[in-house]
């Protein structure tokens, strides 16, 4: 078993930062891929971005050039940097920790809300 505890949310103005992160503990694989994904209000979860063990990132389209994803394998977290953020941004954001396709642990969540 993974837990992931994630933290960093919260309430930030259009064109405003935060960042989010994720720490993981227990059965740890030196293969993973960690990461976030977000949900909207009456939308399904989607990519936002992840990075593999060796540090290779991959992003959704619509965060490119705004959010930046980096991890600390000793710290054993995976952080978002996010910033120019706007509305559509805002969305219950979820930590990823995966193994294997049959293999993932999700956190529980974290409140991200982008408005003036």
């Known amino acids: 078993q993974v837990q992931l505890v994630e933290s960093g949310g919260g309430l930030v103005q259009p064109g405003g930062s935060l960042r989010l992160s994720c720490a993981a503990s227990?059965?740890?694989?030196?293969?993973?891929?960690m990461g976030w994904y977000r949900q909207a209000p009456g939308k399904e979860r989607e990519l936002a971005a992840t990075?593999?063990?060796?540090?290779?990132?991959t992003y959704a389209e619509s965060v490119k050039g705004r959010f930046t994803i980096s991890r600390d394998n000793f710290k054993r977290t995976v952080y978002l940097q996010m910033n120019s953020l706007k509305p559509e941004d805002t969305a219950v954001y979820y930590c990823?920790?995966?193994?294997?396709?049959?293999?993932?642990?999700w956190g529980q969540g974290t409140q991200v809300t982008v408005s003036s």
């Open positions: 227990g059965s740890i694989f030196l293969i993973n891929v």
């Open positions: 990075i593999d063990h060796i540090g290779n990132p």
């Open positions: 990823l920790y995966r193994v294997s396709s049959s293999a993932e642990y």
